[in-house]
């Protein structure tokens, strides 16, 4: 019964696994799937016969059952030859199938009609002499013998030479070791052949455990196929070495517990089943564990090499030179891939990847846009081997570029590093060391220790340029001091009218942002703020080249627009294509406690009205410059009469798009609620409030430049007799602050009976009005204090006919959209 | 039970399962009859049977332990864990891992983080709930785990100190070289103990992969942004030479460290006008580079370019105006009028700009002297503008000083030679660009395998018919 169950198990496992074998060689796979079949049906029938003997079945129906397995023998062993003979071929040669038709039908006659059933219970066969007469006492030689001699030893044995022999003239050395692989089933199948017909003098009925080794068989072989690494002499030390300490000394030592108790078992059953039970479970516990134990050491590491491999690239010293790093790499995949060689390719910077590395001499060069490139990326194909190529149906419109390549590039697997749809580089492996392919688990450990590939190429994208570090890090301590000087110089507001209070925090050492004062005369400041396009040092460059030639255009210029449009006529032709200012320009006339101002483009312009407490937003329309030749009839005057305790508080985008830690943006209702809380504050001490509110809710280091400019109106008694004076000096100079104006009035009562008058951008600024000014409006002149000995005069406002001005605009819009068209080029 | 007492018990379980399937079949399905076999046969049907039976077992005890693996780290309350630890291995930079945090850790997992670079004192990042927002966990956190803390893993308590139990704890946190990654998650204890290895080796591994990119950006911005700077200068110098009557023009511009403060410049200003200029601000790299442009600027944007006194005094003007202790130029200002065929110049300390006029017995230098002191720095007094006939053929050579100190190997500058002389006779009948390029050859014929110390830029115009 035990036996039958055996078989009836074996049965359901040799069918289980033929559904479950999948290896790359297709014919070959279809061949060990028929014989795992073949030996699962074998093992089902044998349990029918069992049960045909255990429960007394017909006589002739239980004999032509093992007649049926004794054809069955002769088919599995025809298999076996017909899979030797074309073993590593894609496809069984007509020859080999003949072969094999006549091989079974030659096993069917001899079994069927030569070949008789002796013992039904003990499944022995008998049969007459192959010869008759003389010849037969010359060759004694049975059929039975025959039969089993040619189809378990003779058959299967030939056939096992010439696929050696095929396969040492193949000169692959993974085809040899699959031949080998199956050798060595063979031999462990005939082993277990004399040993189970050993056994069966003793115990006949163990004769039915057979078909467990024609499974055994079949199941080595399926290894044979579906491993396609070569085990080198380290990995066949360790093979070797585990299989002893996991099963070998395990085995002989729980037999010898076994034969050396034996003797008790006759004095006491009980305590020989305990005495062999606990020291065989002993004996497997100890070598368990040693085998864990050998596990651990390195060099006896299994073949699932992903986190020792893991282990070795996390400690990869970036700091080292490239070529130490890149070594390292080659000894990683050396170590565990047993890649004999690596070859680095790396963007050059001219649209093509150039050898950053290699270590066998290769030279060449692959062109970024090439469209294999391009398919690699599009397909998310970043690791590809090279018979990938050929089975991967999304390659298929690059297969012969990438063919090319893998030959070009002498290599057999590729990793592509990019960084979104840019290439960094692809790192080239050779052909490994034991001469196999590399396989589907080598893909699965690269693709999930891709991260560490991407470092290894975003280092060598950038390392070529660390010495620049050096330099300009160098550079920047340097003119970070001029810079920040040059920021710092500006003629600070002394009134007591007004209070400035400024901040500028670059983000990375030096910025392109700027706040400027500059002293007119005693009651006309000019304030700016803004930032210039760009980041970094450039940014800087033409931010101090802007705020010095503004000072220097004020020399001639006495017309308030006409001095933003000259900024503006500056950035667009002498500064590098593309720069753009987003600022404001402010012009205070405290005699008439006025604030004219263009914005250009500044994001925040807030107004805190202290008789309301309140803070609206009155920046409206603004247009940056240096995107149209023109700004003059975009821009506009508006002016803005302030009261006592009035607060214009202006900032740079930096501050309102920074973001926290969890993605909210700051924005102006932050800054709103910044000036309300602390109004009552000098405004050096508001920016810094603000400030403060902004690192706290940030909590992380600054996104981008910050810059404000906070001015609060002090109130009208402050005037002082100096001031006057100056005026008065000053009377000749005139600076023409307004044109198109409109005029900004925080009164709120004047405001609510102005709002029919209220242009649609200043639907937030109930305090703004289009009233025009007198467009003569004079201005004393800057020319004291800056020392201009051009003679000055007085500019006419430039009063636009609407017809122009709309033409003007559209031709400024035409430019603004060619400006764009060619920024985008550019990019 | 964690995975790894699952794991042992797995392995007593299959250790006892051979030595049951062993006895069982050695006692039971053995006959009697091979009892009385030999030893050594009886032997090897014992080691035949055991291998069997330890085969098989050990199959099964594969199949049981990943069967536990997955069924411990990828389902239940660890597989959150798991799936953040698997994630981690492709964040790049701290957004990846903030954005992680999100998806993961709070959105699937129920938990609340705050990360803390202890060393800085400074949150990187923190859950957007009440605990993680609240001021005194932060406070209490940094109280009791210094930056000093031990790297490793630590269970957090009620109180937010340290437990020894998992199952007491409310979270953990992650301390590696300061960096600490708090993790409050109130069904700790439902974690497998096994997770924590293999997530404090990811989160080192995510710290030093940030660093490392973090650093090679820094250079791939900063080398950006060193050549934007020196396109930028660049483009401030004329892009290509203007074509000008009767005059031809060559310039040569070399800095040294990328950036420099030498410039030169051609303005048409008439059909027979044009200003040349070169000049060289004090000092080198960025910070020349800033005053150079200013300069170069400055000056084109004077709208009355023939009033050189007037251009030299807004150039002294604008630099004075930057308020800098050390910053100055030289710089040679001149009007070539291919009509009166005159050059009337200003030579603010300038060295070594020659008319090289053709003579009877060859070529002959005429040095167009200093007039002005240097501008930028010392109060300008009295500057004017002399003026010299030009001929037909002349050659106008501006330079830097950069040109004539260059220094061969026993340290004789250019200058000094007398084959520098030499070379610009011979040359000066040549074209303009031909001069430039046998000047060039010359200073790095001269300079041998010594390393430049100035940036070098010349400009040469002739006087053609």
């Not at chain 1, 589907?440 to 994208?461: A, I, N, R």
């Not at chain 1, 020319?783 to 007085?794: F, G, L, P, W």
């Not at chain 2, 604008?318 to 130029?329: E, N, P, R, S, V």
Request: charged share 20%; glycine share 4%.
């Amino acid at each position: 019964m035990t036996y039958l169950i055996l078989n009836l198990l074996l049965g359901i496992f040799a069918i289980w696994c033929s559904t479950h074998v999948v290896t790359k060689d297709a014919e070959n796979e279809s061949a060990v799937i028929n014989l795992l079949m073949i030996s699962g049906a074998i093992a089902f029938i044998m349990a029918g016969a069992n049960a045909l003997i255990i429960y007394n079945g017909p006589v002739r129906f239980t004999e032509i059952v093992e007649h049926v397995l004794l054809l069955l023998d002769v088919v599995f062993f025809s298999l076996v030859a017909q899979y030797f003979l074309s073993f590593q071929k894609s496809k069984v040669s007509f020859f080999v199938k003949l072969l094999t038709f006549i091989f079974i039908a030659a096993g069917a006659y001899v079994s069927i009609a030569k070949i008789s059933i002796e013992n039904l219970r003990e499944f022995t066969i008998t049969s007459l002499p192959v010869f008759t007469g003389n010849l037969a006492i010359l060759i004694p030689i049975t059929w039975e013998q025959v039969f089993i001699g040619f189809y378990k030893f003779a058959l299967p044995g030939f056939s096992m030479i010439i696929m050696l022999l095929k396969s040492e003239n193949s000169n692959s050395r993974l085809s040899l070791q699959k031949a080998s692989i199956n050798v060595l089933g063979m031999v462990f199948y005939w082993l277990g052949y004399l040993f189970l017909m050993y056994c069966i003098k003793r115990l006949p009925m163990l004769k039915v455990m057979y078909p467990f080794f024609y499974a055994a068989l079949a199941l080595i072989f399926v290894r044979s196929l579906s491993h396609n690494k070569i085990y080198d002499f380290t990995a066949l030390t360790t093979l070797v070495l585990k299989a002893i300490v996991r099963f070998v000394i395990p085995a002989f030592s729980c037999a010898l517990i076994y034969v050396v108790l034996r003797p008790m078992y006759n004095k006491s059953h009980g305590l020989y089943v305990v005495l062999v039970f606990g020291f065989t479970l002993l004996a497997v516990y100890i070598f368990a564990f040693l085998s864990r134990m050998l596990s651990k050491f390195s060099n006896l590491r299994s073949a699932q090499y992903d986190t020792a491999f893991e282990e070795a690239l996390s400690q990869i010293n970036y700091d080292a030179e490239s070529k130490e790093v890149c070594d390292n790499l080659l000894a990683i995949f050396k170590n565990y891939v047993s890649t004999q060689n690596m070859t680095v390719l790396t963007d050059n910077g001219n649209n093509e990847l150039s050898v950053a590395y290699t270590s066998n001499e290769n030279n060449f060069t692959v062109n970024i846009n090439s469209r294999f490139i391009d398919v690699l990326l599009n397909t998310n194909t970043f690791i590809l081997f090279k018979e990938d190529v050929a089975v991967n149906h999304e390659l298929q419109e690059v297969r012969a570029e990438l063919d090319e390549l893998f030959i070009k590039s002498k290599s057999e697997a590729i990793i592509v590093m990019n960084e979104g749809s840019h290439v960094l580089g692809i790192i080239f492996l050779g052909e490994k060391r034991t001469g196999g392919s590399y396989d589907d688990y080598d893909k699965v450990v690269f693709t999930k220790l891709y991260s560490y590939f991407f470092v290894f190429g975003y280092y060598m994208k950038n390392i070529a340029n660390a010495s620049v570090v050096g330099t300009v890090n160098r550079e920047i301590r340097m003119s970070a001091q001029i810079i920040t000087s040059i920021q710092e110089n500006m003629d600070y507001l002394n009134n007591p009218k007004m209070d400035a209070g400024y901040l500028m925090v670059p983000a990375h050492n030096i910025g392109g942002e700027f706040v400027d004062m500059i002293h007119l005369t005693a009651t006309r400041h000019i304030f700016v703020i803004g930032s210039v396009s760009g980041k970094g040092i450039s940014a800087s460059m033409s931010m101090v080249i802007m705020k010095s030639i503004i000072r220097t255009y004020l020399a001639t210029t006495h017309d308030f627009k006409k001095l933003v449009q000259k900024v503006n006529e500056f950035i667009r032709f002498n500064l590098p294509k593309g720069t753009f200012f987003a600022g404001l320009f402010c012009l205070m006339d405290f005699k008439t406690d006025t604030l004219y101002y263009i914005n250009c483009g500044i994001p925040t312009m807030l107004l805190y009205t202290q008789a309301y407490s309140n803070v609206i937003e009155i920046q409206g329309k603004g247009y940056v410059l240096g995107f149209v030749k023109n700004i003059m009839p975009i821009a506009k005057v508006k002016q803005m009469h302030l009261n006592p305790g009035d607060i214009v508080g202006v900032s740079t985008n930096g501050l309102i798009d920074s973001h926290s830690l969890r993605g909210e943006q700051f924005g102006k209702d932050r800054l709103k609620q910044a000036i309300t809380d602390n109004f009552m504050y000098p405004a050096s001490r508001m920016v810094s409030f603000a400030m403060d509110s902004l690192k706290h809710f940030m909590s992380k280091e600054l996104e981008s430049d910050i810059t404000m400019l906070f001015l609060k109106y002090m109130g009208k008694d402050a005037v002082v007799a100096e001031d006057e004076e100056s005026v008065a000096e000053d009377g000749n100079d005139e600076f023409n602050a307004e044109s198109e104006d409109e005029a900004v009035e925080p009164s709120v009562e004047e405001n609510v009976s102005e709002q029919d008058e209220t242009s649609s951008e200043s639907l937030e600024q109930p305090s703004v009005d289009n009233n025009e000014l007198d467009s003569n409006m004079e201005i004393p002149n800057m020319d004291s204090v800056v020392d201009s000995n051009v003679d000055d005069t007085i500019d006419e406002s430039i009063d636009f006919p609407i017809e122009e001005s709309v033409d003007t605009m559209s031709d400024n819009l035409n430019e603004m959209e060619d400006f764009f068209d060619e920024s985008l080029k550019n990019l | 039970m964690m995975l790894k007492g699952k794991k042992r018990i797995v392995s007593l379980a299959c250790c006892i399962l051979v030595a049951m399937f062993f006895l069982i079949v050695s006692y039971y399905f053995l006959p009697r009859t091979l009892i009385m076999v030999p030893v050594a046969t009886l032997y090897l049907v014992e080691v035949v049977i055991f291998l069997f039976v330890q085969v098989i077992v050990d199959t099964a005890y594969k199949k049981a332990n990943q069967y536990l693996e997955r069924k411990t780290l990828y389902t239940g309350e660890t597989s959150f864990l798991q799936k953040f630890i698997d994630s981690i291995r492709f964040c790049y930079s701290y957004d990846d891992f903030y954005k992680i945090i999100q998806d993961i850790l709070e959105v699937t997992a129920d938990c609340s983080v705050i990360y803390i670079d202890s060393k800085k004192n400074y949150v990187l990042y923190s859950s957007p709930d009440k605990l993680t927002s609240d001021p005194k966990t932060l406070a209490k956190l940094t109280q009791n785990f210094p930056s000093t803390w031990q790297d490793g893993v630590t269970y957090l308590g009620h109180h937010l100190g340290v437990v020894s139990k998992y199952r007491k704890a409310r979270g953990f946190f992650l301390s590696s070289e300061g960096i600490h990654l708090f993790i409050f998650c109130r069904y700790t204890r439902l974690f497998d103990l096994g997770i924590y290895k293999p997530f404090f080796a990811e989160f080192e591994r995510f710290q030093k992969r940030t660093a490392t990119i973090s650093g090679l950006s820094e250079v791939a911005g900063l080398s950006k942004e060193w050549e934007q700077l020196a396109e930028t200068q660049r483009l401030f110098l004329p892009q290509e030479m203007p074509n000008l009557h009767r005059l031809k023009v060559a310039a040569y511009f070399r800095p040294l460290v990328n950036v420099s403060g030498d410039y030169y410049s051609i303005l048409p200003i008439d059909k027979h006008k044009t200003l040349l200029m070169l000049g060289d601000v004090s000092g080198k790299g960025l910070p020349a580079a800033l005053i150079m442009g200013l300069v170069m600027n400055t000056v084109k944007i004077i709208e009355d370019k023939e009033d050189l006194v007037s251009i030299i005094y807004a150039v002294d003007k604008a630099i004075k105006g930057m308020k800098l202790q050390d910053k100055y130029t030289v710089l040679f200002l001149s009007i070539v009028d291919t009509q009166k065929m005159t050059i009337r110049y200003v030579n603010a300390s300038m060295s070594d700009p020659l008319i090289v006029t053709r003579a009877p017995d060859g070529y002959r230098i005429k040095p167009l002297s200093s007039n002005c002191g240097v501008v930028g720095i010392l109060d300008l007094d009295n500057v004017h503008v002399d003026e010299q006939r030009l001929f037909r053929d002349d050659l106008i050579l501006f330079a830097s000083d950069g040109v004539s100190e260059v220094m061969d190997d026993e340290g004789v500058e250019l200058g000094d030679t007398e084959k520098y002389t030499e070379t610009i006779k011979e040359s000066a009948s040549k074209q303009p660009q031909e001069f430039v390029d046998d000047i060039v050859n010359l200073i790095f014929e001269h300079k041998g395998n010594n390393k430049l110390h100035d940036d070098i830029t010349m400009m040469v115009t002739k006087v053609v018919n």
